[in-house]
């Protein structure tokens, strides 16, 4: 499986669980961490928690354990280690604050139209 299909389960596993302002920021020969980094945020604490929890279910499903996940118990910033993939699930307020878009605004965005839920 490829890294842009283990990105496709990570975003649609957002999107299952209500995720809102999900983006893929294509990380490639711009950070040395992941190919991708998925990110969107949810309104409430057990929101967030249950998309990280998704995305770490349904990943395992398909045959891609997380390496890590960090915040889950404070659920303001859960960050998901998938390897070449790595989901930031925010609560609405901390994405605004830390503005991951803005940090790596040269990272392209990828195209994930097709597997959001219209």
Not at 9 to 16: G, L, P, Q, S
Not at 28 to 51: P, R
Not at 88 to 108: C, I, K, M, Q, S
Request: hydrophobic fraction near 45%; charge should be negative; charged fraction near 30%.
């Amino acid at each position: 499986m490829s890294n842009i299909e283990l990105l496709q389960i990570a975003v649609k596993a957002a999107d299952d669980k209500r995720a809102e302002d999900i983006l893929a920021l294509n990380m490639k020969g711009i950070s040395l961490i992941a190919d991708y980094f998925m990110i969107c945020h949810g309104n409430s604490d057990k929101q967030v928690q249950a998309i990280a929890r998704e995305i770490k279910e349904k990943a395992a499903e398909n045959g891609f354990e997380a390496k890590r996940m960090e915040g889950f118990d404070e659920a303001k910033w859960v960050l998901i280690d998938l390897g070449d993939v790595v989901a930031h699930v925010f609560h609405r307020d901390e994405r605004t604050y830390y503005n991951l878009e803005r940090l790596w605004g040269d990272a392209p965005l990828e195209d994930i139209s097709s597997v959001i839920q219209q």
